[in-house]
């Protein structure tokens, strides 16, 4: 960490060619190319091992659904990873088509012994802020009503999401009037490449979708002093080929925890872009995930299962 700025920097592991192929396309989104380099590593179904359900609605809208990854061979009150996808507010999904992104994230928790959920919610413009709060919740609820079935414990969940998924985790988490009764049993959170507060966040028409055309009202939408508030604990990450915005989110974030007297959790992560940061999971290039993996161990005191005894391909 240095005096300048309140962050740790995280080796790269990512593999030569993959590095070079990431600086080729820069520090831009770009889903396409960088999936076509994380591709080959990634695992694909079916996983073997592993129990999969796909398509459940945990609400009444269409875009209400979610997949459960569980291992086979896991006892029961497993912790429980739920990751909200990004799209800049106004795409994306917990899949699309054949690609084994996002499957790798839960495919990878459940692989050392979680249970992993995918969840999609409602998207801007048609559905503006908190619309993916009141989801999340709904989300919440439904897996503290049924996550046992997959041998999940409701009470040890871990609440992820990357990109405009970070920002949708950071708004439920930063503002109580969302929650579920004693916060629906999340033990920790974890934010990868957000936008934290508005107000200062980049006005393109992605951010307006979402959060409205009245600039006059972001600041009272900041994440930042609920997120500065919390207790729980939280774990942010960001690319070092990022875009410039959301680096200086994560500055913002980190310093605002330091301002507080709160040693802040955030991490550069060397090598890589704002896309390969989450596709690197479940793969060899693993920095990022035992950066992960030593969170999820530390916020839910679970003895975690190495890939292997998962029956991994």
Do not use: C
Not at 52 to 79: E, N, S, W
Not at 163 to 179: E, K, N, T
């Amino acid at each position: 960490m240095t005096h300048e700025f309140p962050w740790v920097a995280v080796d790269s592991q990512v593999p030569d060619h993959i590095d070079t192929g990431l600086r080729q396309i820069g520090p831009v989104v770009a889903p396409a190319p960088t999936e076509a380099l994380y591709a080959p590593l990634s695992e694909r179904a079916p996983f073997a091992g592993l129990t999969t359900r796909r398509d459940i609605p945990y609400g009444p809208d269409a875009r209400h659904l979610l997949d459960v990854f569980a291992p086979d061979r896991a006892p029961g009150g497993r912790p429980i990873l739920v990751f909200v996808h990004g799209g800049a507010f106004i795409r994306g999904d917990r899949r699309i088509g054949d690609s084994p992104f996002n499957d790798n994230i839960a495919v990878w928790a459940a692989r050392h012994g979680m249970v992993g959920v995918n969840i999609t919610y409602r998207l801007a413009p048609t559905h503006g802020w908190p619309a993916a709060q009141n989801d999340i919740r709904q989300a919440l609820q439904w897996l503290g009503e049924h996550a046992s079935e997959w041998g999940g414990d409701a009470g040890q969940i871990i609440l992820m999401g990357h990109s405009a998924g970070a920002a949708h985790v950071a708004q439920y988490l930063a503002f109580p009037r969302f929650h579920l009764s004693q916060g629906a049993g999340i033990q920790g959170a974890v934010m990868l490449s957000g936008l934290f507060d508005p107000a200062t966040a980049d006005p393109n028409p992605p951010l307006r979708a979402y959060f409205g055309d009245d600039a006059a009202r972001y600041p009272e939408m900041s994440a930042v002093p609920g997120l500065v508030a919390s207790a729980l604990p939280q774990l942010y990450a960001f690319a070092a080929l990022d875009p410039e915005d959301f680096v200086r989110q994560a500055h913002q974030m980190a310093r605002a925890m330091r301002a507080a007297g709160k040693v802040p959790a955030v991490y550069q992560l060397n090598g890589h872009s704002h896309m390969s940061e989450i596709y690197s999971i479940n793969t060899p290039d693993d920095a990022f995930a035992k950066l992960l993996l030593g969170f999820v161990v530390a916020v839910t005191g679970q003895p975690l299962m190495k890939p292997e005894q998962a029956m991994r391909r």
